[in-house]
Nanobody, 121 residues
Framework: QVQLVESGGGLVQPGGSLRLSCAASGSIFSINAVGWYRQAPGKQRELVATITSGGSTNYADSVKGRCTISRDYAKNTVYLQMNSLKPEDTAVYYC???????????????WGKGTLVTVSA
Protein backbone atom coordinates (compact mmCIF):
# COMPACT_ATOMS: atom_id res chain seq x y z
CA GLN A 1 0.00 0.00 0.00
CA VAL A 2 1.06 3.55 -0.75
CA GLN A 3 -0.29 6.52 1.16
CA LEU A 4 -0.32 9.94 -0.46
CA VAL A 5 -0.92 13.29 1.19
CA GLU A 6 -1.26 16.44 -0.89
CA SER A 7 -0.72 19.96 0.36
CA GLY A 8 -0.18 23.46 -0.96
CA GLY A 9 -3.58 24.27 -2.37
CA GLY A 10 -5.41 27.48 -1.63
CA LEU A 11 -6.85 30.67 -3.03
CA VAL A 12 -4.70 32.59 -5.48
CA GLN A 13 -5.35 35.48 -7.81
CA PRO A 14 -5.16 35.07 -11.59
CA GLY A 15 -1.56 35.25 -12.69
CA GLY A 16 -0.32 33.96 -9.37
CA SER A 17 1.65 30.84 -8.49
CA LEU A 18 1.30 27.84 -6.23
CA ARG A 19 3.44 24.82 -5.48
CA LEU A 20 1.64 21.63 -4.65
CA SER A 21 3.37 18.86 -2.73
CA CYS A 22 2.58 15.17 -2.50
CA ALA A 23 4.26 13.18 0.26
CA ALA A 24 4.34 9.43 -0.23
CA SER A 25 4.74 6.74 2.40
CA GLY A 26 4.32 3.02 2.69
CA SER A 27 5.48 0.46 0.13
CA ILE A 28 7.25 2.89 -2.16
CA PHE A 29 8.95 0.66 -4.70
CA SER A 30 8.47 -0.49 -8.29
CA ILE A 31 6.93 2.88 -9.09
CA ASN A 32 6.18 3.26 -12.78
CA ALA A 33 5.12 6.89 -12.69
CA VAL A 34 3.76 9.58 -10.42
CA GLY A 35 1.52 12.39 -11.45
CA TRP A 36 -0.99 15.10 -10.77
CA TYR A 37 -4.59 15.06 -11.93
CA ARG A 38 -7.38 17.53 -11.34
CA GLN A 39 -11.14 17.57 -11.25
CA ALA A 40 -13.16 20.73 -11.65
CA PRO A 41 -16.79 20.93 -10.50
CA GLY A 42 -19.03 19.05 -12.89
CA LYS A 43 -16.13 17.72 -14.93
CA GLN A 44 -14.20 14.50 -15.17
CA ARG A 45 -10.81 14.04 -13.61
CA GLU A 46 -8.07 14.92 -16.06
CA LEU A 47 -4.32 14.55 -16.27
CA VAL A 48 -2.20 17.58 -15.43
CA ALA A 49 1.33 16.18 -15.44
CA THR A 50 3.21 12.93 -14.95
CA ILE A 51 6.81 11.93 -14.44
CA THR A 52 8.07 8.40 -14.99
CA SER A 53 10.68 6.49 -13.05
CA GLY A 54 13.08 7.34 -15.85
CA GLY A 55 12.40 11.04 -15.51
CA SER A 56 10.26 11.55 -18.60
CA THR A 57 7.55 14.13 -18.15
CA ASN A 58 4.20 14.64 -19.80
CA TYR A 59 1.91 17.65 -19.50
CA ALA A 60 -1.63 18.44 -20.51
CA ASP A 61 -1.72 20.97 -23.32
CA SER A 62 -3.66 23.34 -21.09
CA VAL A 63 -0.76 23.64 -18.61
CA LYS A 64 2.30 23.31 -20.84
CA GLY A 65 4.71 26.14 -20.21
CA ARG A 66 2.98 27.04 -16.95
CA CYS A 67 3.47 23.96 -14.80
CA THR A 68 6.49 21.88 -13.83
CA ILE A 69 6.41 18.49 -12.15
CA SER A 70 9.41 17.38 -10.13
CA ARG A 71 10.32 14.85 -7.48
CA ASP A 72 12.61 14.58 -4.48
CA TYR A 73 13.55 10.96 -3.87
CA ALA A 74 15.12 11.71 -0.51
CA LYS A 75 11.86 13.18 0.74
CA ASN A 76 9.56 10.80 -1.18
CA THR A 77 7.78 13.87 -2.41
CA VAL A 78 6.47 15.01 -5.77
CA TYR A 79 5.85 18.66 -6.55
CA LEU A 80 3.77 20.59 -9.04
CA GLN A 81 4.86 24.17 -9.57
CA MET A 82 2.04 26.13 -11.17
CA ASN A 83 2.59 29.62 -12.57
CA SER A 84 0.42 32.12 -14.43
CA LEU A 85 -2.65 30.54 -12.93
CA LYS A 86 -6.01 31.06 -14.60
CA PRO A 87 -9.55 30.78 -13.25
CA GLU A 88 -9.98 27.64 -15.34
CA ASP A 89 -7.25 25.99 -13.29
CA THR A 90 -9.65 25.93 -10.35
CA ALA A 91 -10.08 22.31 -9.31
CA VAL A 92 -9.24 19.69 -6.73
CA TYR A 93 -5.76 18.43 -7.51
CA TYR A 94 -4.98 14.79 -6.84
CA CYS A 95 -1.65 13.03 -6.58
CA UNK A 96 -1.33 9.64 -8.24
CA UNK A 97 1.18 6.83 -8.01
CA UNK A 98 1.17 4.08 -10.63
CA UNK A 99 2.95 1.04 -9.25
CA UNK A 100 3.95 -2.27 -10.76
CA UNK A 101 2.43 -5.21 -8.94
CA UNK A 102 5.50 -7.23 -7.97
CA UNK A 103 5.85 -10.45 -9.93
CA UNK A 104 3.27 -9.46 -12.51
CA UNK A 105 2.87 -7.21 -15.51
CA UNK A 106 -0.04 -5.44 -13.90
CA UNK A 107 -0.22 -1.97 -12.42
CA UNK A 108 -2.11 -0.48 -9.50
CA UNK A 109 -3.01 3.15 -8.93
CA UNK A 110 -2.99 4.96 -5.62
CA TRP A 111 -4.61 8.34 -5.06
CA GLY A 112 -4.43 11.04 -2.46
CA LYS A 113 -7.50 12.80 -1.11
CA GLY A 114 -6.77 15.95 -3.07
CA THR A 115 -6.06 19.59 -2.40
CA LEU A 116 -8.29 22.42 -3.59
CA VAL A 117 -6.89 25.15 -5.81
CA THR A 118 -9.08 28.19 -6.37
CA VAL A 119 -8.01 30.87 -8.81
CA SER A 120 -10.11 33.96 -8.38
CA ALA A 121 -9.82 37.69 -8.03
Amino acid sequence: QVQLVESGGGLVQPGGSLRLSCAASGSIFSINAVGWYRQAPGKQRELVATITSGGSTNYADSVKGRCTISRDYAKNTVYLQMNSLKPEDTAVYYCNVNQVVVGTSRFVDYWGKGTLVTVSA
